[in-house]
């Protein structure tokens, strides 16, 4: 079963913008976070951002001042502004969820940036 279904990954070019989505099963409840990570080939997966139930975010050094994690939480549903674009900003983009009981992960999404 899909529990986390994520979008909006592309390529864009140096300076462009994308807004991923990802929208958790409502068969996942008590979700207390949810974030995006990255991974790029030959890479650790590393945290882009995260936000709280309550509206707490952390963001990567790397992304802070560009990017924008939000969140609906009657949607259970995360998303990411990505501006101002980077060719190091190219990765596999993961949505991950997080409740009381375990962790989730979504299957990717690629994003692409050309100089």
């Known amino acids: 079963q899909v529990q986390l279904v994520e979008s909006g990954g592309g390529l864009v070019q140096a300076g462009g913008s994308l807004r991923l989505s990802c929208a958790a099963s409502?068969?996942?409840?008590?979700?207390?976070?949810m974030g995006w990570y990255r991974q790029a080939p030959g890479k650790q997966r590393e945290l882009v951002a995260r936000?709280?139930?309550?509206?707490?975010?952390v963001y990567a050094d790397s992304v802070k001042g560009r990017f924008t994690i939000s969140r609906d939480n009657a949607k259970n549903t995360v998303y990411l502004q990505a501006n101002s674009l980077r060719p190091e900003d190219t990765a596999v983009y993961y949505c991950?969820?997080?409740?009381?009981?375990?962790?989730?992960w979504g299957q990717g999404t690629q994003v692409t940036v050309s100089s």
């Open positions: 409502r068969t996942i409840d008590s979700i207390v976070r």
């Open positions: 991950n969820a997080v409740t009381i009981r375990e962790s989730y």
């Open positions: 936000i709280t139930s309550v509206g707490g975010t």
